[in-house]
């Protein structure tokens, strides 16, 4: 996969943005928080009209928490080749919320996750004000229900691949 210096400025004013997740198991479409989130949603749409998130796998799947996708490698450690900033707003996680995985403060790259239909509030309490929300599915709950529900390894990685077939962006 390719990696970049930095993303490019993508967004258009006054457009509201949603992402059409294409997964072996079925579409998740996210509505994004352009408003909220500019950074992070720019650096998701500008990689996913440039085809990065194409054949990807969910690498991490935790019952009851999330599942996670958006690494090149499919190990967790690899990313679009920079880093952006967080961006850490009122709004707080709740189920099917969508949040940037990081490795610490100011570490987003292109890794993601969306909360499980059954988190805990210990667990929401452990991603408030650390990680990025940036959107929320608006459809394809039962997709992510099923992904969550996956038989996975001692590393929480799906024994069989969950694939991220592509990310289609749609402006309005």
Known sequence: SKTYSAPQQVLQNNTDYKAVLKTSYGDITIDLFESEAPTTVNNFVFLAQDGF???MIFHRVIKDFIIQTGDPKGTGIGGPGYYIADEITDRKFAPYMV???NAGTNTNGSQFF???KNISQTN???LNGKYTIFGEVVSGFSVVDAINSVQT????????DVKLLSVEIIKS
């Open 124 to 126: 929401i309490n452990g």
């Open 114 to 116: 969306i909360t499980a």
């Open 53 to 55: 998130y194409s054949n």
């Open 99 to 101: 949040g940037m995985a």
């Open 153 to 160: 390894n001692s590393s929480d990685k799906p024994i069989s």
